[in-house]
Every structure is written in structure tokens, then in C-alpha cells.
């Protein structure tokens, strides 16, 4: 049954690289370019989750937002967490979530299909650990989607996104009696035409923050301590310049 799992597995192109139980390695897009990002991003996950938790994860539970084929997922599972929801709005997403899922042999993982800004929160109550990585720019809200991210976490939320420049200073606020700071910028981003893209915003409007707006909002809308996390010093181009970070948001 696993063999015939890996060949479906082995016999197409995946957004990210898999080592399946034989040891064979799922073909990634573009010859395994982007591959250095997702490595990078799971050191990143893996060395946030120790520093709060310490080495034993198999009492935690874990909500994935925008899981796309299961890539976080599958390796908190593998990281010994006893029960993780894998959520994505797409239905290609969920049906390549099982199948790797199934062919790794990781039945604590559950799946979902429902946006993010479906989510009945309440209904699903929290857990340890909330991701939310390479989602909030590719969303034209993402802070009801921080909302929702913050409504679900129990002790540590990891948000991964594109930042855009910082912009900073006073703006006068319907007069120039009252002045008030700029607490960061958003920048919108243009996926009208990419829609159907499995990568792609699904409304095609993205409003992306600058690293300082991320860090404002996620504070203001709860979270005790926010960070943003070190990158390895071998990490992705974008992670190491500081055009795309993960931030860590603690409820202590």
C-alpha cells in the first residue's frame, strides 16, 4: 500500500520536496529552486517550538492556516505533536495534504477546507501552536486573518509573510490640529489575473505589511510578546535581508 502511495506521489511535480519512508525525495518545482526557502522556514519552526516548548512536543496540538500540500504539517506531526489540523481553502490543497499524509503515515493529522476568514474559531477552540506561514500577503484582510490566527492559539502563533518597505512619521488625521504616528504601511500587491494559481491569493487583492505594521497589530490585537525570529546564517536569500520574516506571537 506504501509503494503504491510513493508511486503516486514520485509520478508529478510538488510545491515542496517530501522525503518519503522508502527515502525517495517528491520532484519540486522548477528543479528544487524554491527549495531553499522551505528549508529554511522549518529550522525556523523547529528551533521557535524547542526555545518555548523544549525537546518533548507529543503533549502539544497544532493549527496549520493555509496548510497548501501539508509542508508544516506533516513535519509537526513528525516532530511528535499528537494532533494537528491542516486547514486550506482549496480542495486540490486537502486532497495532496492525504495523500502525503497517508503516505507518510501520519494519521494525527486532520484536514479542512475552509478559507481562513471562515473559521468558526470558537468551534474549534485553541491550540498550542498556531502557524500561519505564507499567508497574510496573499490576503486583502489580513488582519481579520491575524484575528482569527490570535483566536486560535493557545501559547505560540508563527505568522511567515512578505514584508514591504516601512513607512514611518506624523500625518495630519482630518485636520492639521490632530496628528497622529504611522504604526507601519501595508503595500498592495496585484494577483488579479493569478487567481486560479494554486500559489496565488484567492480574490487577487494582497495587502502585504512592513515588517514594523506586522509587529504593531500583532500586539495590539492580544499577544503578549511579539518577535521576529533569527534567521540561520545559511537561511534564504529573502529571509536573511529581511524581505520576507517570521514573527513569533507569544500568549504567556
Request: proline content about 5%; charged content about 20%; aromatic content about 8%.
Amino acid at each position: 500500500m506504501t509503494a503504491d502511495l510513493e508511486a503516486r506521489a514520485l509520478a508529478r511535480p510538488w510545491f515542496y520536496p517530501f522525503r518519503l519512508p522508502s527515502g525517495a525525495i517528491t520532484p519540486s518545482y522548477d528543479g528544487g529552486w524554491l527549495d531553499g526557502i522551505h528549508h529554511t522556514r522549518s529550522a525556523m519552526l523547529a528551533t521557535a517550538l524547542r526555545a518555548r516548548f523544549g525537546d518533548d512536543l507529543s503533549h502539544l496540538d497544532a493549527v496549520d492556516l493555509a496548510c497548501h500540500q501539508g509542508w508544516f504539517s506533516m513535519q509537526l506531526a513528525q516532530l511528535g505533536f499528537r494532533d494537528v489540523l491542516a486547514v486550506d481553502a482549496r480542495a486540490e490543497h486537502i486532497a495532496d495534504s492525504a495523500l502525503i499524509r497517508d503516505t507518510l503515515g501520519l494519521p494525527q493529522v486532520r484536514l479542512l477546507q475552509s478559507d481562513v476568514h471562515a473559521i468558526d474559531a470558537q468551534a474549534l477552540d485553541k491550540f498550542d501552536v498556531c502557524l500561519c506561514l505564507g499567508l497574510i500577503y496573499h490576503l486583502e484582510n489580513p488582519v481579520g486573518a491575524l484575528r482569527v490566527a490570535h483566536a486560535l492559539t493557545r501559547h505560540l502563533c508563527l505568522v511567515e509573510t512578505q514584508v514591504v518597505p516601512n513607512l514611518s512619521g506624523m500625518v495630519d488625521y482630518g485636520s492639521y490640529k490632530f496628528v497622529r504616528p504611522l504604526k507601519g504601511s501595508f503595500g498592495i500587491i496585484d494577483e488579479t489575473d493569478d487567481t486560479h494559481g494554486p500559489e496565488a491569493s484567492t480574490t487577487g487583492i494582497c495587502l502585504v505589511p512592513s515588517t514594523e505594521a506586522l509587529c504593531w497589530i500583532m500586539r495590539k490585537i492580544g499577544f503578549t510578546r511579539v518577535e521576529v525570529l533569527p534567521v540561520p546564517a545559511d537561511g534564504y536569500e529573502q529571509l536573511l535581508h529581511g524581505k520576507r520574516v517570521m514573527v513569533a506571537g507569544y500568549i504567556d
